[in-house]
């Protein structure tokens, strides 16, 4: 019975999801002739509305936690944790501060949808060497020239091992190395449960939360005594959280 109603669900989903998406792909459009980093932050301020609006409609409101971790006054390379194609479009809109977003370039490909995902991102076709070298210098120049953070998915692709976290790859704590940027983990908890990576056409709404966790600090550490401490912080608190022994004080997003 819960598959035939989160089939339904599912259905009530790519409805909403398209009515919203034609009535806000307008505005963000136009946020393309904006320079940045003013160009993002407009961004942000309509795909966070939107997502809103959207995520309340299905049912899976979400609650931003640690809020005080995030400094406006500097950059980060922003970890997050990869459960769900949910998570996509929550890190841009819902971290703190204006940021882009380290993406599959497959996915700009998609007709709308694909447009304003990539006015978030930085591309990539892993598949090519020359793509993936270029999308470094990119997301160097996010944090260095525009000023922006910069977030990426250290497990590469959705975690479907059961496990709390996939392993890290090394990129995005060679980019805080050599930009001398903190990273600032993120852990994104219950998308898998809303849309799990295992199942075609499928939607059950549930509470989503986003915990920011503290910073860690870049200087003194190798790239991967850097990747280690991030992975141990993160892992901590999937672990914890899921056990139930620790519950933050948040603000809802």
Known sequence: MKNI????????????????????????????LIPEPYGVRAFKAFAKTWMTIFLYG????????????YRPDQQYVVTANHQSLMDVPLLTPFFPGPNKTIAKKSMARIPLFGWIYARGSVLV????????KKS???????????????????????NRTGQPLKSFYDGAFRLAVDCQKDVLPVVILNTKKALPPGKAFYLWPVALEMHLLPAVAWRGKTVDELKQEVYRDMWQHVVLHKEGHQRPTGITA
């Open 5 to 32: 109603l989160a089939r339904l669900w599912a259905l009530w989903g790519l409805l909403f999801f398209t009515i919203t998406l034609l009535i806000f792909v307008w505005p963000i459009t136009f946020t393309f």
């Open 136 to 158: 470094y210098d990119d997301m160097k120049r996010v944090l260095l020239h525009e000023k922006l953070n910069m977030a990426v998915y250290p497990e590469g692709t959705r």
């Open 125 to 132: 076709d892993r598949s090519s060497d020359a793509s993936r």
């Open 58 to 69: 299905i049912g899976c409101p979400i609650r931003v936690y640690g809020r005080q971790y």
